[in-house]
Nanobody, 127 residues
């Protein structure tokens, strides 16, 4: 059974850091693009970052460029999202998702391309 489990969320002060983890099981992890998305109350889901299966290339939303870093460890079936210089507007439920590309392409931040989703982890940035 394919499963994605996020962890590492919580409460952090503005300017602080946090690392989210996405642990995968039940599928060949290395074949999948992995993305991070977030949704704040009353707002649409937003693509935050993704990392491609083929070459590990990455993509970031403009709102997090220079502050967030995505990485993957295929040996551990885990993707990480290192978040630095956090702002109150980063407050949201963060989800990881898996996308199996049927043709060669790099990962994208469009949630409709992703087939499998985790249950989410809450990140709150507040003083």
């Amino acid at each position: 059974q394919l499963q994605l489990v996020e962890s590492g969320g919580g409460l952090v002060q503005p300017g602080g850091s946090m690392r989210l983890s996405c642990a995968a099981s039940g599928f060949i992890f290395g074949y999948y693009h992995i993305g991070w998305f977030r949704q704040a109350p009353g707002k649409e889901r937003e693509g935050v970052s993704c990392i491609s299966s083929s070459d590990g290339s990455t993509n970031y939303a403009d709102s997090v460029k220079g502050r967030f870093t995505i990485s993957r460890d295929n040996a551990k079936n885990t993707v990480y999202l290192q978040m630095n210089s956090l702002k109150p507007e980063d407050t949201a439920v963060y989800y990881c998702a898996a996308d199996l590309p049927l043709v060669f392409r790099l990962c994208v931040l469009n949630g409709y391309e992703y087939d499998y989703w985790g249950q989410g982890t809450q990140v709150t940035v507040s003083s």
